[in-house]
């Protein structure tokens, strides 16, 4: 690992300390950090809190003292659209200064050298920072008939991964497809795509679902680990609680509207252009986990439900087979066809018909009203 | 197993069994009752049998249950009128006039329709909850009606009631996370459609037979509905 600091290495990027101050600032905020601190009481009072404790603060002491940490990043069965969000994060880029300038060391869409050169580079770095990388994995791993549905270089992405992961600090699945298995792995799945998690379980694996994965989350996780050497605390499905612990319902404008009973009925009536809940056209928010409604999109711009479309639940597994896109979300996620319907009819009265005969003969038998 | 994956069992292919064992087990109820047999009618009609049946519909379902002082059930035992029509009135609005409900019959029928403000289902939901447990605590209390309840009157009061509570409580985030009473919503909706043709909750079929059949005994005999 490179021994120069973030701090350091800043520096000779030629930023002043008071841009420097700004940025850990920032961080501490776009990584959704929180510090606890028990309160202090001094005669009833509360007493302030000694200046080292604040989140930025912290931020800003891990900057002076840790070590730039390498970050490689892989795709596999995936559109790069989680490179295309995080390359358009939040000016002046976030990304760009967790991934760029602070880190990345392999990345398939952003790097200049390609190739072989690539491959080597990246090789080269796995083994001068064995153990010490954090491996960003974005897209689906398709295992069916050994993994040559997804191949670089000749190898498979089943195959890349494990190498990768082996030499691994930290494994980050941004994006849905490399965390639960994404549109690749929608029925019927015929390339038998998974998450990263599934095939690899003997390193930490952070999920960032989204589609794309909300740029900050991917590089705020990042920057947690390259600041504190340890990942931030995940919920039961791998996602980090400072970006998925609520729901997008719960932080969502149009909320009021969901309260008070109002909805858009279609995407042009009167509710639509009033800006009503979109709960009838399929919006998924009251059970998806995600921070759109709070950090939104392109520097705090907007988001889907903010733009007039119902969130379609991209951070939740099996999103794609979780019932349509545009149906309420209490809609069953099948509907019985019309056969299926009759054949169950068909069975209930013929049954009956059997019983009714027995109960006849029966009736006859016991010499029963003619 | 995580929720998710749980609600999705329960809303997808736990929903679509109950679903098809519900219509097989209502048709065979049906057929079972309707072939029974009928007693041959000897005597002359006094009056229109069709009559009958329409007075007994429109009076006895539309009219009748709105005016408590002619209902003899209201006069000999307000609790059971006030609490089963409660009860009775908030789970048809909300199943049939709820936006989340009317969601599910557009997707399985194909077609929607307008529905109630969200603050009046509520209230009328909350009315049948409460009749629900006045329904309970009658049970519990009066004698004759405690003495021919056995396990299945208690379950079958159960099968209605958490669905009821768990719908409630996940309109308005109440306690626990949505995708959890989400999934305790439709898993008892799910239990509730396997148990309707083997229980006595299947009254809500029959119901609309013993009417026809009583109005035409009415209507046929001349009585006044």
Known sequence: MSKETIEEHLKKQGLTRRDFLKLSGMLAVAAGFKFDVPEATAGGAVARRARGYSADRRVLKAMETRPRVPVIWLEFSDCAGCTEAISRSNSPTLGNLVLNTLTIEYHETLSAAAGFQAEQAKQDAMAKYAGQYILVVEGAIPVAEGGIHCTIGGRTALDILKEAAAGAAAIIATGNCAAYGGLPRAKPNPTDAKGVWELVTDKPVVNIPGCPAIPEATTGTIAHFVLFGALPELDA????????????????????????????????????????CLYKLGCKGPTTYNACASIKWDSGLSFPIQSGHPCLGCSEPNFWDGGGFYQGQSAPLERPEVTAVAAAAAVGAAAGVGTALINRSNKKAHGGEK | MTWQSALEFARGPLFYGALLFFIAGMLYRLVTVVALGWSKDRVPDKGSKAGGVVRSFLKGILIWPFIPWVKNTFSRNPLIYIGGGLFHLGLFVTILLGTPHMLVWKSLLGFGWPTLPLPVVDWLAVGGIIGMLILLVHRRINPVLRLISGPAEYLAWLVVFVPMVTGYMMTHHLFFRYEVLYTFHMFSVDFLLIWIPLSRISHFMFYFFSRAIHGQQFGKRGVRV
């Open chain 1, 237 to 276: 499905l791998g996602r980090p609680k400072p970006f998925y612990g609520v729901t997008v319902h719960d932080r969502c404008l149009r909320r009021p509207f969901y309260e008070a009973g109002k909805f858009a009925g279609s995407y042009d009536d009167e509710g639509a252009r009033k800006g009503w």
